[in-house]
Nanobody
Framework: QVQLVESGGGLVQAGGSLRLSCAAS????????MGWFRQAPGKEREFVAA????????FYADSVKGRFTISRDNAKNTVYLQMNNLKGEDTAVYYC????????????????????WGQGTQVTVSS
């Protein structure tokens, strides 16, 4: 069983930055891809970013490309999401996710790929 705990959310003005962290426990995540998703009020959960187990490849939703960066520190069993130039439409609860399947995945962007989820952290961007 994997426990994921997100932190780093908060209130920020448009154009500002935040860095989210996702600390994993219960198993090492060094051989697993990791993902970030978000859900805004009244909307479905959507893919934000993912990183392969090696960290060699990353994937982003078009809406965040060039502004968000996903990274991982396997020594700390932690994944990060650096968010720059935040916009009002980035306001959402952000969730960290991990799959049961190690190594490479067929689909990094769909929520069905992931089996473990954190409780979420709120990000609010004021304009």
């Amino acid at each position: 069983q994997v426990q994921l705990v997100e932190s780093g959310g908060g209130l920020v003005q448009a154009g500002g930055s935040l860095r989210l962290s996702c600390a994993a426990s219960g198993r090492t995540v060094s051989t697993y891809a990791m993902g970030w998703f978000r859900q805004a009020p009244g909307k479905e959960r959507e893919f934000v970013a993912a990183v392969t187990w090696s960290g060699g490849s990353t994937f982003y939703a078009d809406s965040v490309k060039g502004r968000f960066t996903i990274s991982r520190d396997n020594a700390k069993n932690t994944v990060y999401l650096q968010m720059n130039n935040l916009k009002g439409e980035d306001t959402a609860v952000y969730y960290c996710a991990a799959p049961k399947t190690p190594w490479n995945l067929r689909d990094y962007t769909h929520s069905r790929t992931y089996d473990y989820w954190g409780q979420g952290t709120q990000v609010t961007v004021s304009s």
